[in-house]
């Protein structure tokens, strides 16, 4: 199996909520194009980073958090901004965090690696709009001008689970249900703009997700 000459596949991204599968499929996905003689690397992003996270523990200590639990009472802790300008400040913050991370997923790339990426910059956005607890966020220009680093011939694929499978999946460590859909919405969202493989795997098992990855990536790989 190689890359289709067709179509130049330099990265392969997936997104959706934490516990849809992501991480599995792309260990699967990994490992089946390295067997296949495709040089390949993972890669992983979401947020905060650097700066940002430097930032965060700061406020955290000055107390600056809000609190949410989870289905069984495990506390999740997120930033706390009262006003318009402090958030968008925070957004900044975030995206100048990731520019290093940015860098290197593009030098993998530019060293001729097929880059599968676990989670990127749409995952990024869906983390900076639960942080600031705005969902406008996700349409905002900052958040376009974040989904702009996804490069030119790149496979995205969405994999998608509802609530109560990431409950089943994940155990006492699920994410609080408002994070969960602040995730799902902004997923959606850019579900409707990059036009992804989108799989409910909530429907399928591990393996069946996995075969149709592939037969969807058989468009772009040929033996």
């Given at each position: 199996m190689s890359i289709n000459n067709s179509r130049q596949v330099k990265a392969i991204i997936f997104f959706g909520p934490d516990?849809?599968?992501?991480t599995t499929q792309a260990d699967m996905l990994l490992a089946r194009?390295?067997?296949?003689?495709?040089?390949?690397?993972?890669?992983?992003?979401?947020?905060?980073?650097?700066?940002?996270?430097?930032?965060?523990?700061?406020?955290?200590?000055?107390?600056?958090?809000r609190i949410?639990?989870?289905?069984?009472?495990?506390?999740?802790?997120?930033?706390?901004?009262?006003?318009?300008?402090?958030?968008v400040i925070w957004s900044i913050i975030e995206f100048i965090s990731i520019i290093p991370h940015i860098l290197r997923f593009y030098m993998l790339i530019n060293s001729g690696y097929v880059v599968i990426a676990e989670r990127y910059v749409i995952d990024t956005i869906a983390n900076i709009a639960y942080f600031i607890d705005d969902k406008n966020f996700v349409t905002s220009k900052m958040a376009n001008?974040?989904?702009?680093?996804?490069?030119?011939?790149?496979?995205?694929?969405?994999?998608?689970?509802?609530?109560?499978?990431?409950?089943?999946?994940?155990?006492?460590?699920?994410?609080?249900?408002?994070?969960?859909?602040?995730?799902?919405?902004?997923?959606?969202?850019?579900?409707?703009?990059?036009?992804?493989?989108?799989?409910?795997?909530?429907?399928?098992?591990?393996e069946d997700v996995n075969r149709?990855?592939?037969?969807?990536?058989?468009?772009?790989?040929?033996?």
């Open positions: 516990g849809a599968g992501k194009l390295s067997e296949s003689g495709i040089r390949c690397k993972k890669f992983w992003l979401r947020s905060p980073h650097t700066l940002a996270y430097l930032l965060w523990r700061l406020l955290f200590k000055l107390g600056k958090y949410e639990k989870n289905h069984v009472g495990k506390e999740f802790y997120a930033l706390s901004l009262k006003n318009r300008y402090t958030k001008m974040i989904a702009r680093l996804v490069p030119k011939d790149t496979l995205l694929i969405y994999l998608d689970a509802d609530y109560y499978t990431i409950v089943n999946r994940r155990g006492n460590i699920a994410e609080p249900s408002t994070y969960i859909e602040i995730q799902r919405y902004t997923y959606e969202y850019y579900s409707l703009l990059f036009n992804p493989l989108k799989i409910s795997t909530t429907k399928y098992s591990k149709i990855i592939l037969q969807y990536l058989n468009n772009y790989l040929v033996s």
